[in-house]
Structure formats: structure tokens, C-alpha cells
């Protein structure tokens, strides 16, 4: 059983002319995960248990102290309060949940030896959408905070036509701040392209132009061993796009 709603935290509202309505999958609903794929319904399933070794952490940063703070949290009597948020996929016939939300609290749950974490489940969810949702989510930790940002819009960027025309992240917000269209020779169809999927998503990201390139140049001139540093969800796989 499903009932439809159009305003669900980790979706953007919409009026289903862009994007199917959400639906709130309830608790009477009684198919499996992998039938709700299936189905290609665009819908959310709040706080249920899902198998840690189910969960991808994908490439991140974590800062261990905050992890271990974390861990600490959830041996008292309330366990874990918040639950992480996913986007749920089917692959080679089983599902797999990608972490939207909730890195630091997925790492303390491992650490504590947890066999299974609550979450809230996404599913519909695109590989580019996925990558909104994490970049509007990373504001907790700031030790990692820039080096995950910049990871996300590279690979949702490396999705458009732009970055197969070898117009590289960096130079498309120079573009959108600038008229630099000779320097990097793109045509008036390749600039107003790029200029309004970076407009469309600084407005998705909740942050402008400017600030998302100095995050990009400010990574480019980091310490690469920094940048590159991975946790693997032990049990998990690392899965690159």
C-alpha cells in the first residue's frame, strides 16, 4: 500500500512534471525490497533495519573521531536515533544500498559489531540524483566536508555531454561565472548548456557557483593521499560509477 505525498525529506519537492510524484511505502505494504524495485516506483520506506553488509560506503572521507563519538552515542540505552538515509538498486539479482546519509553513523554501527542499521530507503532514485542528495547532505563534519563535495559533482558531472566533449568540472563553473567561450572552445549551445546545469544544480546543491568552484580548486591543491583516502564498508564493496 502506498500514499502518494509530495513533499518528503531527501526528495525536492515536485509537481510529477519533472519527476514521478513520491510515494510513502507503509509498514502494511508487505513486498521485499527488491519487488519494490522492480516495481519503478519512485518511493521512500521509513525507519526499517536494513543488513549492514547490504550497505556501499562508496568512496568518503571519515573522521574517525566523530565515528568513534558516535559509537560511544549509540551503546546507551537509546541506541541509534537517527537513521542514515539510502538509495536502494538491484544488482546481479540482489539489492544493494547506497548511502546517501549517514557515513559517520554507518561506520559507527561496524565498529560496534551491528549486523544490521535503521535507514530511510529511497528507491527511483538516479546515480545523479544520488549524488544531489549526498552534496545537500554534507554539511556535519566539516573535516571531510570538501573532499566529499567535490568527489560528487566530478562524478555527477562526468555523467553530461560536457565531460565527454573534455570540458573538465573546474573549467564548467569558470564558464558559468565567466563569458570564456574561445578559451576552452564551446560553441554558444555548449555554453548556455553548461551554464544552466550549473545554475539548475547550485540550485538543487543550495549553494552558489562561486562557492562550489573555490571547493573544487581548493581540493585540486590538497594533498592527494587526503583526498583519495577511502573507508569500505567492511563486508561491502566499493562500487565506482
Same mark, same amino acid.
Given at each position: 500500500?502506498?500514499?502518494?505525498?509530495?513533499?518528503?525529506?531527501?526528495?525536492?519537492?515536485?509537481?510529477?512534471?519533472?519527476?514521478?510524484?513520491?510515494?510513502?511505502?507503509?509498514?502494511?505494504?508487505?513486498?521485499?525490497?527488491?519487488?519494490?524495485?522492480?516495481?519503478?516506483?519512485?518511493?521512500?520506506?521509513?525507519?526499517?533495519?536494513?543488513?549492514?553488509?547490504?550497505?556501499?560506503?562508496?568512496?568518503?572521507?571519515?573522521?574517525?573521531?566523530?565515528?568513534?563519538?558516535?559509537?560511544?552515542?549509540?551503546?546507551?540505552?537509546?541506541?541509534?536515533?537517527?537513521?542514515?538515509?539510502?538509495?536502494?538498486?538491484?544488482?546481479?539479482?540482489?539489492?544493494?544500498?547506497?548511502?546517501?546519509?549517514?557515513?559517520?553513523?554507518?561506520?559507527?554501527?561496524?565498529?560496534?559489531?551491528?549486523?544490521?542499521?535503521?535507514?530511510?530507503?529511497?528507491?527511483?532514485?538516479?546515480?545523479?540524483?544520488?549524488?544531489?542528495?549526498?552534496?545537500?547532505?554534507?554539511?556535519?563534519?566539516?573535516?571531510?566536508?570538501?573532499?566529499?563535495?567535490?568527489?560528487?559533482?566530478?562524478?555527477?558531472?562526468?555523467?553530461?555531454?560536457?565531460?565527454?566533449?573534455?570540458?573538465?568540472?573546474?573549467?564548467?563553473?569558470?564558464?558559468?561565472?565567466?563569458?570564456?567561450?574561445?578559451?576552452?572552445? @564551446?560553441?554558444?549551445? %555548449?555554453? =548556455?548548456? *553548461? !551554464? +544552466?546545469?550549473?545554475?539548475?544544480?547550485?540550485? /538543487?546543491?543550495?549553494?552558489?557557483?562561486?562557492?562550489?568552484?573555490?571547493?573544487?580548486?581548493? @581540493?585540486?591543491?590538497? %594533498?592527494? =593521499?587526503? *583526498? !583519495? +583516502?577511502?573507508?569500505?564498508?567492511?563486508?561491502? /564493496?566499493?562500487?565506482?560509477?
Amino acid at each position: 500500500m502506498v500514499v502518494e505525498h509530495l513533499n518528503v525529506s531527501g526528495f525536492e519537492k515536485t509537481t510529477g512534471q519533472d519527476r514521478p510524484i513520491v510515494k510513502i511505502i507503509l509498514p502494511t505494504d508487505l513486498r521485499s525490497p527488491l519487488e519494490i524495485i522492480r516495481s519503478n516506483e519512485r518511493a521512500k520506506q521509513e525507519n526499517i533495519d536494513i543488513p549492514l553488509d547490504r550497505v556501499i560506503v562508496d568512496y568518503s572521507l571519515v573522521d574517525d573521531t566523530h565515528a568513534d563519538e558516535l559509537k560511544s552515542s549509540m551503546e546507551d540505552d537509546w541506541g541509534q536515533i537517527s537513521p542514515i538515509t539510502v538509495r536502494a538498486r538491484e544488482e546481479n539479482g540482489e539489492v544493494y544500498y547506497d548511502i546517501t546519509d549517514g557515513y559517520h553513523r554507518t561506520e559507527a554501527k561496524k565498529r560496534q559489531g551491528s549486523e544490521t542499521i535503521k535507514a530511510i530507503v529511497l528507491y527511483g532514485v538516479s546515480d545523479e540524483e544520488m549524488y544531489d542528495l549526498r552534496i545537500v547532505a554534507a554539511n556535519s563534519v566539516r573535516s571531510v566536508q570538501f573532499p566529499r563535495i567535490a568527489e560528487w559533482i566530478s562524478r555527477s558531472y562526468s555523467q553530461t555531454r560536457w565531460s565527454e566533449k573534455g570540458i573538465s568540472v573546474t573549467q564548467a563553473f569558470i564558464l558559468s561565472l565567466t563569458d570564456r567561450e574561445t578559451s576552452y572552445k @564551446v560553441n554558444t549551445q %555548449d555554453l =548556455e548548456g *553548461v !551554464k +544552466k546545469w550549473v545554475k539548475d544544480k547550485c540550485r /538543487r546543491w543550495q549553494r552558489s557557483p562561486g562557492y562550489i568552484y573555490d571547493v573544487l580548486k581548493t @581540493v585540486e591543491a590538497a %594533498d592527494p =593521499e587526503l *583526498v !583519495k +583516502k577511502v573507508r569500505i564498508a567492511s563486508g561491502g /564493496r566499493d562500487r565506482e560509477q
